[in-house]
């Protein structure tokens, strides 16, 4: 088979044997302490967990899940279910009880690793009554039927399974954002032509570093660090907590990093705490001085050796993306879903274009159908959705492509912007059809905005819902709110000013608490659930937009 689509083991085995005593997964304990992993260490690792699966005599192919933050286990445990014969089922580290059993019901896992988590105890219920659990080293408090070591008793196994391309290796949930999650089947086949590919793309090999700190169970994480680690070869870090993530990334010092846009939000705001805005703004436009000053503030946040950063899973304000320019770091647009391995485009080093995400991925086929819809194909195209079909023939078509849900536009250099969401337009009481997310888009580049969320279906005019960041809401505990309000009726007169009469907004509503995963307004990947807002609103909706105040703050 040709090198450049190997599979993801036989990928795998080669680096073992080119380099086995190269580091590879370097992961902090408690104490301060770090662990390190060679290649043949990992192997060796998984050899003796596979050869512990295989003694269990599951069905080949049995579902075996895994649920922990990450780690460097994780991806040995990964590589151990795949060299069994088995397919993985990976889990967020932060779902609800309730949650953890609908998915491990669906999936009919087998058996459960468990790891590194905030809240086992919450979450534990949620197991199903006699599901066999396996403690990785790094693991929650709490009862479970083997012990890592355990498994590493076992003799390792002595062959290098090869698991056929058509071959199912991991089932990802999506996390929910439009109703119960659903299990994107991929292949083995899917994660070699996406990460072979993914790897063409950009100059990265064996001298490069990643830094794994977003869920491992999200495919972006997955293939970005996993699969990305086997096809070039890169050490990978790990971050031990949200508490340590600065020392974790000044660790790694990353010469390739992903982000989310809240993560590349969050770091900005951090600079924010230490040093006013406006006068940053002024050293960085200094001729000699603003480099300086760039790298100063890069290195501060770890970022100094940066050589790609990219951001994906949901749109980039391009106020954030000129702010890191400014700074010398170039931060590149990814599009993609878990139904494609998160394959298929990226913005190229050089070619930022606003408001644009970037070119489509080498191998994948990009159609705007008739009513706008984003349709692609590749390799990277799912098997199905799992015990599915009827839901995989509706977002599949009968030549293969993918329906994203997203309505977008292509210009001549075949760059890609998206436009909105095919069904999260809403209607108002005027007839009017409104696309949230181009609205949202631009009020999140106001520094003092973390989230927002544009509602209005059956309202006269839409009502924008917004999340002030920390930074913001120390402003108006100390006495700062009439400028903050006078900062954001400035931002709505200019929003307003480029939409349409049917898309102007009533009003900002300041809404008291933010939006996260645990009180049920995130999914796990930290996107909006826009009816979960809205439900949630709703009873408000009127009376918030009814008056005569622009900036309205809930009480």
């Known amino acids: 088979m040709d090198d450049a689509i190997r599979l993801p083991l036989a990928r795998f085995y080669q680096r073992e044997a080119r380099h086995p005593h190269k580091p590879y997964l370097v992961q902090p304990l408690p104490g301060g302490r770090l662990q390190e992993l060679s290649w043949a260490e990992v192997g060796e690792q998984a050899r003796r967990a596979a050869s512990w699966l295989r003694s269990r005599e599951l069905a080949q192919g049995s579902r075996i899940a895994i649920l922990s933050k990450n780690c460097a286990h994780w991806i040995v445990c990964d590589l151990a279910i795949w060299m069994a014969g088995h397919v993985s089922v990976p889990l967020y580290p932060n779902l609800t009880a309730d949650s953890v059993r609908q998915v491990l019901a669906h999936a009919e896992a087998a058996l459960l690793f468990v790891g590194k988590l905030d809240d086992w105890p919450g979450m534990a219920p949620g197991v199903p009554e006699g599901l066999v659990t396996v403690a990785l080293p790094l693991h929650a408090e709490g009862e479970f039927a083997y012990q890592w070591d355990d498994l590493q008793r076992c003799a390792p196994i002595r062959d290098d399974p090869q698991p056929a391309s058509d071959g199912l290796a991991t089932i990802i949930y999506t996390s929910g954002t439009t109703g119960a999650p659903k299990g994107v089947m991929h292949s083995f086949g899917n994660l070699g032509f996406a990460a072979s590919h993914a790897i063409e793309l950009f100059a990265v090999g064996e001298a490069d570093r990643l830094l794994s700190y977003l869920p491992l169970s999200h495919v972006a994480e997955r293939m970005f660090v996993e699969l990305a680690s086997l096809y070039a070869g890169q050490t990978v870090y790990f971050a031990e907590s949200l508490d340590t993530f600065l020392v974790d990334i000044r660790r790694a010092r990353p010469t390739v990093i992903f982000g989310v846009p809240r993560i590349w939000t969050k770091l900005q705001m951090g600079v924010f ?119 995989t023939a509706e977002v599949l078509t009968a030549d293969g492509f993918l329906r994203t849900g997203d309505k977008g536009e292509q210009d001549g250099h075949g760059n890609l912007r998206l436009t909105g969401r095919i069904k999260e337009i809403f209607k108002t009481s005027k007839g009017k059809y409104v696309a949230p997310a181009p609205i949202e888009n631009r009020l999140a580049v106001h520094s003092r905005i973390e989230q927002v969320c544009v509602v209005g279906d059956g309202l006269p005019q839409p009502l924008a819902l917004c999340v002030l960041s920390e930074a913001g809401r120390q402003e108006a505990a100390n006495g700062a709110r009439g400028t903050l309000e006078l900062s954001l009726l400035a931002l709505l007169e200019e929003v307003n000013g480029r939409l349409d009469q049917h898309e102007r907004l009533q009003g900002l509503v300041l809404v008291k608490d933010a939006w996260s995963v645990d009180n049920g307004f995130l999914t796990p990947t930290l996107k909006i659930k826009r009816g979960a807002v809205e439900g949630a609103y709703a009873t408000q909706f009127v009376e918030w937009g009814g008056g005569d105040e622009r900036v309205v703050w809930q009480q």
Do not use: F
């Open 273 to 391: 705490n230490r040093t006013s805005a406006k006068r940053l703004d002024l050293l960085l436009k200094l001729p000699l001085i603003g480099p300086l000053v760039g790298r100063k503030v890069r290195a501060g946040l770890g970022l100094d050796a940066v050589r790609y950063a990219l951001s994906g899973a949901a749109p980039v304000p391009e106020a954030l993306l000129a702010w890191y320019q400014r700074l010398g770091l170039e931060v590149l647009e990814v599009y993609g879903m878990t139904e494609n391995c998160g394959y298929s485009h990226v913005c190229r080093p050089g070619r930022y274009r606003a408001g644009w995400i970037g070119q489509s991925n080498p191998g994948v086929e990009v159609r705007v159908a008739a009513e706008g819809e984003v349709q692609v194909r590749s390799g990277a195209t799912m098997q199905g959705y799992y015990k599915e079909p009827e839901k």
